[in-house]
């Protein structure tokens, strides 16, 4: 089942802008932590950017001082934008959250199936 969705990749020129977001179905009562990965070809997946439920950010060097992001608890959704991207950002990118479906059971992990971010040069 399916619990978190991304949408907004695409196609863009080396040093344009993409935004990433990040939807939590409507069945999730509550979301914690909320990560954004990326996975280029032939390589692992990397941690881009993560954010607490209470605003505090982390990025990976890679990516730092271009992308940002945030996140609306209220909605559960969180977002990545992503500026002056480089050929070298081209990954598919997904969504991980802490998720739980109601009050009082286990946070669970939950993954986006992926959008494609290609930057060309």
């Known amino acids: 089942q399916v619990q978190v969705v991304e949408s907004g990749g695409g196609l863009v020129q080396a040093g344009g802008s993409l935004e990433l977001s990040c939807a939590a179905s409507?069945?999730?009562?509550?979301?914690?932590?909320m990560e954004w990965y990326r996975q280029a070809p032939g390589k692992q997946r990397e941690l881009v950017a993560s954010?607490?439920?209470?605003?505090?950010?982390n990025y990976a060097d890679a990516v730092k001082d271009r992308f940002a992001i945030s996140r609306d608890n209220a909605k559960n959704t969180m977002t990545l934008q992503m500026n002056s991207l480089k050929p070298e950002d081209t990954a598919v990118y997904y969504c991980?959250?802490?998720?739980?479906?109601?009050?009082?059971?286990?946070?669970?992990?939950?993954w986006g199936q992926g959008t494609q971010v290609t930057v060309s040069s």
């Open positions: 954010i607490t439920r209470g605003g505090v950010t």
């Open positions: 991980k959250a802490s998720v739980k479906e109601r009050e009082f059971v286990p946070w669970s992990d939950s």
């Open positions: 409507k069945s999730i009562f509550k979301t914690n932590d």
